[in-house]
């Protein structure tokens, strides 16, 4: 089975901070993707990347930045939270062959006052 | 560009058939899928369908692709309280990339005994 596991389920952070959300998972995947998710929305894609140090823009990548540096691991790293990041951020992987179904982690729910 | 639409919400009886409804524009879509989010919980695959194909079935699970309309249904048998949950319709295409899919945003059914 595959896991895709993400580091916090809930997490507050102040204005200005710098905020690392972390994903892992275990199925030798190339493909791993961030979004997030606000009510209304959907799911929105900020960043992915297709192979270990490669990174492609989603579609609302401002404000964040992302970092590949092992296959299983993809970061999504916020310079300075602001209040309009507070979200759910999910993580998902993928092969980089057909059907190509993406598969989730559990979410981090993230506040920032 | 491409987009997928589907309703926000529906409403059904315990026992009864539900019906969630998708349409999409991208008519180079490959694969086509349908996506459960249980509250508090990232995305999980429930099935998916190849783009030559009409329908597919699994269980409780009826899949019908409408290619010529663009029109893609998840038909839930027996509908339990478990069902509860938000459904995403997504579908893959050479115009988002073909391991990029485009999400719609969701239809939350509830299910009341």
């Known amino acids: 089975d595959v896991k895709v596991t993400q580091s916090s389920r809930y997490l507050v952070k102040r204005t200005g901070e710098k905020v690392f959300l972390e994903c892992v998972q275990d199925m030798d995947h190339e493909n791993m993707f961030w979004y997030r998710q606000d009510p209304g929305l959907g799911l929105r894609l900020i960043y992915f990347?297709?192979?270990?140090?490669?990174?492609e823009k989603g579609d609302i990548p401002e404000g964040y930045s992302v970092s590949r540096e092992k296959k299983e691991r993809f970061s999504l790293i916020l310079e300075s939270a602001s209040t309009n990041q507070t979200s759910m951020y999910l993580c998902?992987?993928?092969?980089?062959?057909?059907?190509?179904?993406?598969?989730f982690g559990p979410g981090t729910r993230l506040t920032v006052t | 560009g491409e987009d997928v639409e589907q309703s926000l919400f529906l409403s059904v009886r315990e026992g009864d058939s539900s019906v969630i409804n998708c349409t999409y524009t991208?008519?180079?879509?490959?694969?086509l899928y349908w996506y459960k989010q249980e509250p508090g919980a990232g995305l999980q695959l429930l099935t998916y369908i190849f783009s030559n194909m009409d329908m597919k079935q699994d269980q409780r699970l009826t899949v019908l692709l409408n290619k010529k309309d663009k029109h893609l249904s998840l038909r839930i048998a027996d509908t339990q309280t478990g069902d509860s949950a938000i459904y995403f319709c997504a579908e893959n295409g050479p115009t988002g990339g073909s391991y990029i899919p485009t999400f719609g945003r969701g239809t939350s059914l509830i299910v009341h005994p």
């Open positions: 990347s297709y192979d270990v140090k490669m990174k």
């Open positions: 998902a992987s993928s092969l980089r062959q057909g059907p190509y179904e993406q598969y």
């Open positions: 991208d008519s180079s879509s490959t694969y």
